[in-house]
T-cell receptor, first 116, second 110 residues
Framework: EAGVTQFPSHSVIEKGQTVTLRCDPI?????LYWYRRVMGKEIKFLLH????????ESGMPNNRFLAERTGGTYSTLKVQPAELEDSGVYFC??????????????FGSGTRLTVV | SQQGEEDPQALSIQEGENATMNCSYK?????LQWYRQNSGRGLVHLIL?????REKHSGRLRVTLDTSKKSSSLLITASRAADTASYFC??????????FGQGTELSVKP
């Protein structure tokens, strides 16, 4: 079984540019989550998809961030325009089980975003 | 912090020694999970302990959970240089969202 795949692994962009991160969850996993770790600080929740619907987007920092999951398969996270404080590692995770059911999540290897 | 504290923030030990990391949390939980992040890589799920469990083992890992104190500990026995990584605890409630601690940077010297 393929794991959670994130693309690109690294991205360096200038302030004001747009970047789109992609996450391919494990096939059949309805639940997809985005997290990020900024500047070596704690890992923070961004949002949760169940299939194509946003179940919880309470962690999205502002309207410069747009997440989509068309068709309930892969997801994209667009940052437009990027700011310096957006630099960090963006993680995606997927889960087949219902939230809170007591099973761990499978995380991707992350996208390291550097805004200069 | 959403989660509370993890301590220590950094831990340096010699190979073969045991490493203990602690985590405290603030809210009620369904389960608590520990993850590892090797430098520049993704998060790897290590072990999950449910709120009705007090202790769990997996290989060289031992996790305890004290819901009355809202705290957990991760013990790595007979550490190896390959255990060098950042370790995070994360709690999960009914909604499924993970709330992470700030992490412990573990360095195991050969």
């Amino acid at each position: 079984e393929a794991g959670v795949t994130q693309f690109p692994s690294h991205s360096v962009i200038e302030k004001g540019q747009t970047v789109t991160l992609r996450c391919d969850p494990i096939s059949g996993h309805d639940n997809l989550y985005w997290y990020r770790r900024v500047m070596g600080k704690e890992i923070k929740f961004l949002l949760h998809f169940v299939k194509e619907s946003k179940q919880d987007e309470s962690g999205m920092p502002n309207n410069r961030f747009l997440a989509e999951r068309t068709g309930g398969t892969y997801s994209t996270l667009k940052v437009q325009p990027a700011e310096l404080e957006d630099s960090g590692v963006y993680f995606c995770a997927s889960s087949q089980r219902a939230p809170g059911s007591g099973y761990g999540y499978t995380f991707g290897s992350g996208t390291r975003l550097t805004v200069v | 912090s959403q989660q509370g504290e993890e301590d220590p923030q950094a831990l340096s030990i010699q190979e073969g020694e045991n490493a203990t990391m602690n985590c405290s949390y603030k809210t009620s939980i369904n389960n608590l999970q520990w993850y590892r992040q090797n430098s520049g890589r993704g998060l790897v799920h290590l072990i999950l302990i449910r709120s009705n469990e007090r202790e769990k083992h997996s290989g060289r890992l031992r996790v305890t959970l004290d819901t009355s104190k809202k705290s957990s500990s991760l013990l790595i026995t007979a550490s190896r240089a390959a255990d060098t990584a950042s370790y995070f605890c994360a709690t999960s409630n009914q909604g499924g969202k993970l709330i992470f601690g700030q992490g412990t940077e573990l360095s195991v010297k050969p």
